[in-house]
């Protein structure tokens, strides 16, 4: 009898996974990883098979649904949002492998990819493939994932760059299984510690040409889907805002729950008939809505531009850049907001904030949030050269 999971949407699946992920926070946290039972369920519920093509068993969703996936799963626990948001990045390299390829690699049912950010490694090309070494710091996922990916430069055997016709210098992503490579077990911090985001080594490996992939080059795209004709940083920031706006859901879910008991001490009223308090809330929610209609009104409509059009030119992508960036700084803004309100309550490690607030930042950090964002940004809205598309 075929799997029921495969008649339900992955938003809706994502839902029954939230009151596993809320159970088991504390163990993932300690952990700094999926742990075996949390994962199992994650594999049920396909959620690492979101992004991934029909034709190895993937749902091959559009970036509208993947939003709403992360930020349900965001709801139950940030780390799994993570981890799901950067596996689907990740999943979009199915779609520029050759069919034989593609099923070797995410065939399995139980197939995750992790790499890391920017191209931190190098690969001479030699005869069938590249010789590859390099240390990949940032792999989120890494711990539970089948196969590891390595951004390298391409280099020729006396070590010269080798450069793309635009003059830009030309990289391929490795694959490897994960057992082929050094891990080095560093992931100790501050907030989405499960998500393991290790780093990890190889040198001078022997890497076939069938087993790499331009992330770019739509030269090389096997697939028709139209989520695989975007950049991969665009549907990485659509990904990460929607964790954020995730958090900031549950964080105001857990302070309205609070209200309706708490009477903060020295006060004659309890919060929920404060009206100072009554302000904030509803002001916190104006935001919160805001945010999502607008992140997901701008998806929404790339996608309908990319489905129809088969492309998405820079202005238009700009926009959807703009609506994920504002939304990874608001939705943060209102998580901290909302820690504030729930006062010395939200101190404490067994609580429903703490912990938010400490993912919440640390997501903030990633260079899909950066400031300097919003100056490429504003650039390309006063017709001037953005100086870096790098994550446009």
Not at 182 to 202: A, C, H, P, R, Y
Request: hydrophobic fraction near 45%; charge should be negative; charged fraction near 20%.
């Amino acid at each position: 009898m075929p799997d029921a999971t495969h008649y339900i949407t992955a938003p809706e699946r994502a839902e029954t996974l939230v009151p596993i992920l809320d159970a088991a926070a504390s163990r993932i946290e300690a952990a700094r990883e999926m742990p075996p039972d949390v994962l199992e369920a994650m594999h049920k519920a396909r959620i690492f098979r979101v992004l991934l093509p029909k034709s190895v068993g993937g749902d091959e969703a559009d970036l509208v649904t993947f939003a709403e996936t992360i930020e349900t799963l965001a709801q139950g626990d940030a780390s799994a949002a993570w981890v799901s948001g950067q596996g689907g990045g990740c999943a979009l390299a199915a779609a520029f492998l050759t069919p034989i390829a593609r099923q070797k690699w995410f065939g399995p049912a139980n197939a995750v990819l992790a790499w890391g950010a920017g191209i931190q490694g190098q690969a001479v090309k030699v005869n069938g493939g590249y010789r590859v070494s390099g240390r990949w710091m940032f792999n989120s996922g890494s711990r539970h994932a089948t196969i590891l990916g390595g951004h390298s430069f391409v280099v020729d055997e006396a070590g010269n760059p080798i450069f793309r016709a635009n003059g830009t210098k030309l990289d391929r992503t490795v694959l490897i299984r994960r057992e082929q490579a050094k891990i080095e077990d560093n992931w100790q911090v501050m907030g989405l510690s499960g998500t393991g985001s290790d780093t990890f080594e190889l040198k001078d490996m022997f890497v076939s040409e069938e087993d790499t992939i331009d992330r770019e080059n739509l030269e090389e795209l096997q697939e028709t889907a139209s989520i695989y004709l975007f950049p991969g940083t665009v549907v990485y920031g659509v990904g990460f805002s929607a964790l954020q706006l995730g958090i900031a859901r549950r964080m105001l879910t857990e302070l309205r729950s609070l209200a309706m008991t708490k009477t903060p001490r020295g006060v004659a009223v309890s919060l929920r008939e404060n009206p100072v308090f009554q302000q904030l809330l509803s002001r916190l929610e104006a935001r919160l809505r805001s945010a999502r209609a607008y992140l997901m009104t701008e998806a929404l409509s790339a996608q309908e531009t990319v489905s129809a059009r088969g492309a998405i030119t820079l202005d238009e992508r700009a926009r959807l850049k703009l609506a994920s960036v504002h939304c990874i700084h608001e939705g943060v803004d209102i998580v901290h907001e909302a820690y504030r309100a729930a006062g010395s309550t939200a101190i404490f490690k067994s609580g429903p904030f703490e912990r938010r607030l400490r993912d919440a930042l640390s997501a903030s950090q990633q260079t899909q949030a950066r400031a300097e964002n919003f100056v490429n940004l504003g650039r390309i809205l006063l017709d001037l050269d953005p100086g870096s598309t790098a994550f446009l």
